[in-house]
């Protein structure tokens, strides 16, 4: 419930504060909340808005929808994260139109409605969506892994085809429901595919009688010719085999043509699967849509040289929803651009205020990647530099505790690590009270002869999620 108190203080089209510049900051996720800190001592009223109350460490979500951690373990909230800084206002809302012409944006907060919010400076940094490729009746049967939510969701959707392969008594529907399809071999379907091997090999290995989880069946759909497709074709071949030596069968080049109740088909080939993961592509939100500005095929802003949008003066667009070039190549969507893009919008807005001109435009600086592939290995690279197994294994747990949001969620985190690398075992599996309804809810429509829609379907999923 946004706090009345917060809602005066707030610079509106009712309200306004004109002898200070005001600053609006839509999104609080890395490249936001980069963007806020570099404003701390800017002399003007910045006002953060995000329809969650958290920030998310999008990078270890895959754990959470392996049993790994638990959603608090990676999420911190966006008030705590910021409360030192007096010049910000923070609000939990969702915006429902901008206005580059007038100045302002529309929110909407939850139990009190719409209001108008003026800005001289707009920083939209929103991230991205799943994307279907147009096949957006897939996402019914095939969750994606862009939130807690759907962290926990998947989490659920795994465990309990677990319980569903124990409890009948029928070869096939046991063989289709210990068959797991990711569909999507990037750094998240990687990471995942190879989280839900350690899984089933270690920690359900012992905790059933009438099945071994450790037969069941991981495959790993990429449409591309290898996995990693953003990193060098060594890193990939060495992941592959990675993931292959785990029991996680990789099929590249294959096309998936639908997504149903029954599975995957794939270019052609049927695969009967009773959990179908979506890793495969993004979109950006739908707010950048409405600044009118140019877009590439993923819905991204082309922005300028100074990730400023281009007419739309004070307008600025940072992190994954923004399409930004370097040296002829896109700049990555992966963490450190972001807070790179957060971090320099952020100071040549201070700068600006300040009457001062920006010295030089945006350069990403890499500073390398990492994925992890499983127990004791990861791929890493750092321009020419690249390395395989133990050593990049170490490197991703240091640079990933060390970039957790908060003390606390690198306590959690290094505690629940240690736990499962000497005993295997995951301590977050449990199966919501809404998800296990969810199923026992659509078992008695199945019974009955009466399947449930696609609508009530999609209904109660929202609900889940919501619960999550």
């Known amino acids: 419930m946004t706090d009345n108190r917060l809602l005066a203080k707030l610079p509106t089209a009712e309200n306004p504060t004109a002898d200070r510049r005001r600053i609006v900051i839509v999104g609080a996720g890395f490249a936001g909340i980069e963007a806020v800190r570099a404003l701390r001592r800017s002399d003007a009223d910045i006002v953060l808005i995000d329809r969650r109350n958290h920030n998310i460490f999008q990078p270890l979500l895959y754990q ?23 010049n910000l206002s923070v609000t939990l809302a969702e915006v429902t139109s901008v206005s580059p012409e007038s100045r302002t944006i529309d929110v909407c907060y939850p139990r009190i409605g719409v209001r108008k919010i003026p ?12 994307s279907y490729f147009g096949h957006d009746e897939f996402a019914l049967y095939a969750p994606s892994l862009k939130n807690l939510s759907d962290a926990e969701t998947i ?24 068959t797991f399809v990711l569909v999507g071999a990037g750094p998240t379907g990687v990471e995942l595919a190879a989280s839900m091997a350690h899984m089933v090999a270690h920690t359900l290995r012992r905790n059933f009688r009438r099945i071994d989880p450790a037969q069941c069946t991981i495959i790993l759909i990429e449409a591309g010719n ?7 074709e060594s890193s990939s071949k060495r992941a592959t085999k990675r993931l292959q030596k785990l029991g996680v069968k990789v099929e590249t080049g294959v096309k998936v043509d639908r997504v149903d109740a029954q599975g995957v088909t794939a270019s052609g080939k049927e695969i009967p699967s009773a959990t179908v993961l979506w890793t495969a592509g993004v979109a950006a939100s739908p707010i950048v849509k409405m600044l009118g500005a140019k877009t590439d095929r993923a819905g991204r802003v082309s922005v300028g040289p100074f990730l ?43 700068a600006q205020l300040r009457g001062r001109k920006p010295k030089r435009p945006f350069r990403y600086f890499n500073k390398g990647t990492i994925a992890v592939v499983g127990k004791n290995f990861a791929v890493m690279e750092v321009g020419w530099f690249r390395i ?11 640079v990933h505790l060390m970039t957790l949001p908060q003390l606390q969620n690198r306590l959690r985190v290094q505690r629940q690590w240690l736990w499962s690398y000497f005993t295997g075992q995951r301590s977050s599996r449990v199966i919501s009270e809404d998800y296990e309804q969810l199923e026992l809810t659509q078992s008695r429509a199945d019974i009955s002869g009466n399947r449930l829609t696609s609508t009530s379907t999609t209904d109660m999923s929202a609900k889940v999620s919501a619960a999550g």
């Open 308 to 350: 400023n949008v281009p007419d739309l003066p004070g307008v600025f667009v940072v992190g994954d929803a923004a399409s930004v070039m370097q040296d002829e190549r896109p700049v990555p969507g992966v963490a450190q651009a972001a807070i790179q893009q957060g971090r320099y919008v952020g100071r040549l807005i201070s």
């Open 388 to 398: 395989s197994g133990f050593i990049a294994w170490l490197a991703w747990v240091f």
């Open 226 to 232: 290898r996995i990693l497709p953003t990193f060098a």
């Open 155 to 178: 989490r659920a959707k795994i465990l309990s085809a677990f319980e569903a392969a124990e409890s009948t008594d029928d070869k096939t529907e046991r063989a289709r429901q210990m």
């Open 119 to 130: 800005f001289d400076f707009l920083v939209v940094a929103t991230g991205v969506r799943p």
């Open 64 to 86: 959470v929808a392996t049993a790994v951690l638990s959603a608090p373990d990676i999420a911190a909230p966006i008030r705590q994260l910021v409360a030192r800084q007096a």
